[in-house]
């Protein structure tokens, strides 16, 4: 019980760090709304999931050893972050849309869990986090190791999702907030597109975890 508790304490820190997920989760949330703000926290908590998967099969040691599979991907991660910030710097306004505020719209929920997914899986180092911190908290006294690590897997998505949820209300809260103050509406659309350009070009930059 004492490990669970350090886990989430460790889960809890790591998800309180500003970053792409972050970001995305409150932007979707102040131009779209609560629900595709939702939607977007699914796609980013099925990537986590993958993660796990992936770290339990072993595949995060592939680019821990192999600098260029980690370097593939971490190009990619970089270009889809920087190319959202430059969507964010292209629209005229991130002010809730009338419509979709309305119901006129219809929902594109698919393309916010796919920015969700792409986000989060385009980043290697959420699936090196799992590959060094799960196995942190396997104990092969405890019982089975496979169960440990899907219980610690499903732990690890449900703590990012819970933490998303707030992040979609706070977004939706902010996107009412703004459609007063349109000139906090247009320092903000600059900070969100900074961020994630920000993030970005970090994760370019970044050396292959050792």
């Not at 131009?31 to 992936?54: F, N």
């Not at 089975?144 to 933490?163: E, N, Y």
Request: aromatic residues 10%; contains cysteine.
């Amino acid at each position: 019980m004492t490990d669970l508790w350090i886990f989430l304490g460790t889960l809890t820190v790591a998800y309180l760090v500003p970053g792409a997920d972050m970001v995305l989760v409150l932007q979707t949330g102040t131009v779209r709304g609560r629900w595709h703000a939702l939607a977007a926290a699914i796609g980013l908590g099925i990537s986590r999931g993958a993660h796990v998967v992936l770290a339990a099969l072993g595949l995060a040691a592939l680019l821990k050893t192999s600098p260029i599979a980690y370097e593939i991907v971490k190009i990619f991660g970089s270009l889809y972050l920087v190319w959202l910030g430059i969507n964010i710097l292209r629209a005229a306004s991130l002010l809730p849309e009338p419509g979709m505020m309305a119901g006129k719209q219809p929902a594109s929920y698919r393309g916010d869990i796919g920015r969700g997914m792409l986000t989060n899986f385009l980043n290697p180092k959420p699936l090196l986090f799992c590959s060094v911190l799960l196995p942190q908290f396997i104990r092969p006294a405890g019982g089975d190791v496979a169960a440990q690590f899907l219980f610690l897997g499903i732990v690890l998505v449900f703590v990012g999702f819970a933490f998303d949820t707030m992040l979609a209300s706070a977004g939706s809260a902010l996107g009412r907030f703004l459609r007063c103050h349109p000139l906090v509406q247009a320092i903000q659309k600059w900070m969100f597109a900074s961020l994630l350009i920000g993030f970005g070009i970090r994760l370019a930059l970044s050396g292959r975890p050792q």
